[in-house]
Structures are given as structure tokens and as C-alpha cells.
């Protein structure tokens, strides 16, 4: 056996790293870190950094909002260094059409308790001077930001291991271990983990793994890409996307560009591609043309999981006590990903959440449903 823990927490990304600190955080509880590879090998230490509230599936919106009192209180009060900032995001309308959806948007989502406000394309210009003239207006809304991923994946994971949690690297989860229908540990590469429950946070390899003990989670794997450009002079003061990208400028000066369409299903295929190129650059050039002739000094690509609904997926596994999951991210689980570490922890701890999750449950969609064809009549996500 390689160890034995009161709860094993899978995969090292941003939700698994937060679920560690959150659980860690109590004294009597031996927890336990397995990552395939390195924390923030996946797509926490590949992302764009945004730490956006805006534009989400509403049943999202008091995760969200809960998460970014969290990088508060990581920035505020632990004083971490992981570039939290609250800069404000633009979401660009680019036509008069999406003009008219982002008003309406703007409009529900300051109901719903989050402050939004669409302005015109002078206002914007005001904010963002570079941006086009063409523009049709944007949603701002001021509280969103950005942070550094992989820092804060990591810093995360150093916290937790302060508390006392072990973060074994290199070790794979092959399966899981159940006793009387109930999981008692997991089978690793490198040997027994048994555990009082397990947490799964592994994104877009969660069907495979879940496969195991028949359990079918309904999300497809989808590359999506980002780049850097050298270090320049302040350029973007806030989080803008429209026109199917995205740009921020980072602490380091470099401009880091990411969307760019349709995002592919190449299966776990990480290469990044010359047509991820040229949509930047027409469709960025498009959104801020005095951004268009900048040298661009690194590019990579990861792995975005999709629920067919575009909501995370996030509790108990109903049909296995001990078990749970959070996954399905579609491509912005970055922001939200230090609250659903949270209600992990909370739900581990207490058994239930302060933040309500019903509507995220993996039981809303039907045992056996043919998701594959379901993806196939849905609009992208961007
Ligand atoms: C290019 C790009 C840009 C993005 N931009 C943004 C953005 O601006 N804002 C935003 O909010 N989100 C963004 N995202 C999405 C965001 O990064 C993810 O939704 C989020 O990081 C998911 O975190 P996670 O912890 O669930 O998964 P991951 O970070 O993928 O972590 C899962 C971990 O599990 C490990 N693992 C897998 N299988 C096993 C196993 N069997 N055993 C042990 N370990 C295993 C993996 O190695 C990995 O480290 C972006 C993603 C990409 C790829």
C-alpha cells in the first residue's frame, strides 16, 4: 500500500490544489494529493488567467461570486503572490446584434446581484483606448479580473502542504476502491491509497476515470489555445473578449491573446496550430488594431471540458458514497475554481455546501444519455 488518508483528493489543478487547503485546514484530517503528473500540469497552469463573473450560466453566478471573495481574501489577507488584480473585464460587442444580447445580459445579471453595466463605444474607449472605433458597445463589469495560474495553482498546493496535506506527483489514478457499494480508496501506479472519501477534480479525464465504476459523466475534451507576446509598455488595461478572443496584459508586460472560434475536438492532442494563429491575429486585429504587429514569444494549448448544458458539474456521486466530483468546467474554471474547491472541502467536512449546488448536480442529466449526438446541436461557448 502506498499511504492511507481520511480523504484523497485527485489531480493538482486549481480545484483540487483549493479542495486540499480548504480540507487541510483541519487538523485532524490526514488528506491526500494524487496528480498524474505536476500541480498545474493541466489546464490551470495553461490558462488565460481570467477571473471573470460575467457572462455565465446562472446557476454559476454565487459560485463565482464567492470565489472572487476568495482571491480577495488570498490577496488581501494571506498576501499571496499570484497577481490577483480586479481590473475590471470587457465583454465586446462587435455588431449591433450583440449589442442588443449583452444589454439583455447585463441587465439579468445585475438582477441576479452582480453589478454589470453595457456601455457605449465612447464609454468603452474611455477604459480601453486601443480598442476599435468599430465596436458596437460592451458589457463592463468592474469586479472581474485576473491572476496568475500557474503561481496560484502552486501557491495553493505549497498552502495545503503547510497545513500538513502530501501532494504525491507522478501518481496516476487507475481505478477506484469500493467496499459494501461504498469507495474506500483508489488503485494508483504506484500503489493502494485508502481513503475515507475521495475527491475527483481530474476536468476533462473524468469520464474515463469515472468509466471505471460505470458511472457515465456527460463531458467532451476540447483544445483550446493561447499565446504571448514579448514584454511591452502598458497597452490593455482590462480583460477584454470579443470577436471569439480574448486578451489581457500580464505583470510581465506580455500580451496574452487565447480563444480564437470554435474550439477543436482533437481529443487530448496539446500542440498548438497554425489556424489558432491566424484567427488571433485577424480576429484580435479586428477587436484592438494597434495590438496587430507584435512579436510573439510563446504559445501552447490545453484541454477544456464541456457539459452539453455549459454548467459545471459539482457533488456527491450519488450512486457511490464517499465520492465526489467537480468537473466541466467550458474553458472558465479558473475563476470559479477556488469556490468549488471549497464547497469540496465543505462538503467533505459538513456535508453540505454554504453556496447553493442543486442545480450542478451530475444527477441532472439522465443516467444514460447520448451526449455525443447532444454536442453536435449546440453553439460553441464563445
Ligand atoms: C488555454 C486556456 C485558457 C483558459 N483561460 C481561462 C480563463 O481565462 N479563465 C478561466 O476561468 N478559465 C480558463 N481556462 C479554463 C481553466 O483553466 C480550467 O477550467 C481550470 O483550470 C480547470 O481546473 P481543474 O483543477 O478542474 O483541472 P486541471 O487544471 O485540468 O487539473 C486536473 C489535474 O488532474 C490530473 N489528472 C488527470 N487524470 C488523473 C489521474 N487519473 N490521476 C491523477 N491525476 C490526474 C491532471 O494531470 C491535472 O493536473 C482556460 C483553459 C485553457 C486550456
Redesign the pocket.
Known sequence: MLDKADVVV???????TTAAFFLSQRADLRVIV????R??????????????QQRRSPPELPLVQESVRLWQYFRDVEGAPIEYQQKGNLQVAMTPADAEVLKKQAGAETQAGLAVEFLTAEDVRKIEPLISPEICGANYCATDG?AN?ILA?RYLARRAQQNGAIVHSN????EFVSDHGRITGVR?SRGLVEAGAVVV?????TPK?LQTIDVQVPIIARR???LVTVPLPPLVRTFVGGNTV?VRQTASGTLLW?GGGDWEQVGFDTASSQNFFKRVARRGSQLMPALKNFPVMRA??????MTPDHTVIIGPVRRWPGLLI??G?N???????LAVGRVLADLVIAGQSSVPIEALSLERFPARFDYLAHYQSIPEPI
Open positions: 485527485v489531480g493538482a489543478g486549481i480545484v483540487g494524487l496528480e498524474r503528473d500541480p498545474a500540469y493541466g489546464a490551470s497552469g495553461r490558462s488565460g488567467g481570467g477571473v471573470r485576473d495560474p495553482t501518481t496516476e489514478v487507475l494508483t477534480a481530474v476536468g476533462p479525464w476515470l483550446t489555445q493561447a480574448y487565447g501552447w494549448s490545453g484541454i477544456a471540458d467537480a468537473a468546467f474553458g472558465h474554471g479558473f475563476a470559479i475554481g
